[in-house]
């Protein structure tokens, strides 16, 4: 009897200290890993803090150099500007440079929450996605380090104005873009987890790499300015011409929005019209329900854009159908993006239609 309780007691004692051990050692290589994700500098001098995740290109960056060029840049550096801010080219040396977006805010507190949305963020990589490094968070502002995108917006090549250098895109690379975006979008509703609803598709989001590939940008952005409250649209995120017709009613984000407004933006690609054009405007109508017209007459050589020289009418008319299946009032009658990948893939003949 009592070697067996002896037995016992030293039993259980084994296992209680195994137990701890194992979850010493698990909080270590938590601790570790956790490290080893991003690394964080205090800027004592403005009081924020620079977070950049890890990642290959960030790994051989001097952070005191960073730090020091953003903050030094001005206007001059400005490659554009959106609804939540300016957005700023950083050059590191020759081959290595970032877009840094600025975040207006209003509010001061530092907010844990807008910081682990940045760290969800940041994990997201995928060859159509922009993908993000680090940010900085300041009392007044906080800035986001993007990849920069040499080749600019989608919206800017196809409606710049005639001054700046244009680039005509030919239906090949109108097509690449457009499956490029599709697969970015159902990269972000279908293999993330938690899955990510954009709110915010439209051709000024959707970036052009050097190889004039697709890449999908600030999603997230528009839940992310939502909760904090300092956009000044928080009534209706998203832009307008691209928001779906439910959501003037619900009020709810979704990923049948999403589909909508990537309806839109491909028929700103077929026909080269932004959707806010204001000869619309003047006729009371909109681009998508212009075109829906036109297209149930089967007269979608007249509203096609006139740059386009060389495809194959065939392709042509099957974009039209997709964009307008993306189009359906009904939000159970759109496709999901898995679905419009699949069908912008199957569309492409391999013929060469000139040269
Ligand atoms: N990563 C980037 N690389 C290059 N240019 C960018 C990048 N992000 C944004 N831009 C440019 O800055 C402009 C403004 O962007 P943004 O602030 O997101 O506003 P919006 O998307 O509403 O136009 C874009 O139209 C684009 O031309
Ligand atoms: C530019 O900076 C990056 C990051 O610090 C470095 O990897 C790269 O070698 C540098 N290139 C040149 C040409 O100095
Ligand atoms: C997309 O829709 C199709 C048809 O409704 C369905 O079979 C498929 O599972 C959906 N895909 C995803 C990833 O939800
Ligand atoms: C069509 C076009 O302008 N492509 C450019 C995209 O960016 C790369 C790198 O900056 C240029 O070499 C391409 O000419
Ligand atoms: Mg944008």
Same mark, same amino acid.
């Given at each position: 009897m009592t070697t067996n309780t002896r037995f016992l007691g030293l039993y259980?004692?084994?296992?209680?200290?195994?137990?701890?051990?194992?979850?010493?050692?698990?909080?270590v290589l938590c601790y570790r890993r956790w490290q080893k994700k991003q690394f964080v500098i205090q800027d004592t001098f403005s009081g924020g803090k620079l977070v950049l995740f890890r990642s290959p290109k960030i790994k051989t960056l001097k952070s005191n150099v960073f730090l020091k060029k953003t903050m030094k840049l001005t206007n001059k550096d400005r490659i554009g500007s959106g609804g939540y801010g300016m957005v700023y080219k950083l050059t590191i040396n020759d081959s290595t440079s970032f877009a840094v977006k600025k975040l207006r805010k209003e509010t001061a507190e530092h907010d844990r929450g807008f910081e682990r949305e940045l760290e969800a963020m940041g994990d997201i990589k995928h060859r159509n996605i922009v993908t993000l490094y680090g940010y900085y968070s300041a009392p007044n502002f906080n800035l986001l380090i993007y990849e920069l995108m040499p080749n600019g917006s989608l919206d800017v090549v196809l409606h710049g104005r005639t001054m700046e250098k244009m680039i005509v895109l030919d239906w090949d690379a109108r097509y690449k873009i457009a499956l490029g975006?599709?697969?970015?979008?159902?990269?972000?509703?279908?293999?993330?987890?938690?899955?990510?609803?954009?709110?915010?598709?439209?051709?000024?989001?959707?970036?052009?790499?050097?190889?004039?590939?697709?890449?999908?940008s600030d999603f997230g952005l528009a839940t992310l300015m939502d909760q904090d409250k300092t956009h000044v649209s928080t009534l209706v995120a998203g832009t307008f011409g691209y928001l779906a017709p439910e959501y003037f009613d619900t009020g709810r984000a979704t990923t049948k929005g999403d589909?909508? $407004?990537?309806? =839109?933006?491909? !028929? #700103?690609?077929?026909?080269?019209?932004?959707? *806010?054009?204001?000869?619309?405007?003047?006729?009371?109508?909109?681009?998508?329900?212009?075109?829906?017209?036109?297209?149930?007459?089967?007269?979608?050589?007249?509203?096609?854009?006139?740059?386009?020289?060389?495809?194959?009418?065939?392709?042509?008319?099957?974009?039209?159908?997709?964009?307008?299946?993306?189009?359906?009032?009904?939000?159970?009658?759109?496709?999901?993006? $898995?679905?419009? =990948?699949?069908? !912008? #893939?199957?569309?492409?003949?391999?013929?060469? *239609?000139?040269?």
């Open positions: 259980i004692t084994i296992c209680v200290l195994a137990f701890i051990i194992s979850k010493i050692t698990i909080a975006a599709a697969r970015g979008i159902s990269y972000l509703h279908h293999d993330c987890i938690p899955h990510i609803i954009h709110r915010d598709i439209k051709s000024s989001n959707i970036l052009l790499d050097e190889n004039m590939e697709a890449r999908v589909v909508y $407004s990537f309806g =839109v933006v491909l !028929l #700103e690609l077929l026909t080269g019209r932004k959707p *806010t054009d204001e000869s619309f405007i003047e006729e009371g109508t909109r681009l998508v329900t212009w075109v829906k017209t036109v297209v149930e007459d089967k007269k979608e050589e007249y509203v096609l854009d006139e740059r386009l020289e060389c495809y194959h009418v065939d392709e042509i008319n099957h974009v039209f159908n997709i964009a307008l299946m993306c189009l359906e009032t009904e939000p159970s009658k759109r496709p999901n993006m $898995s679905e419009v =990948v699949k069908m !912008l #893939e199957k569309i492409k003949t391999d013929q060469i *239609t000139c040269s």
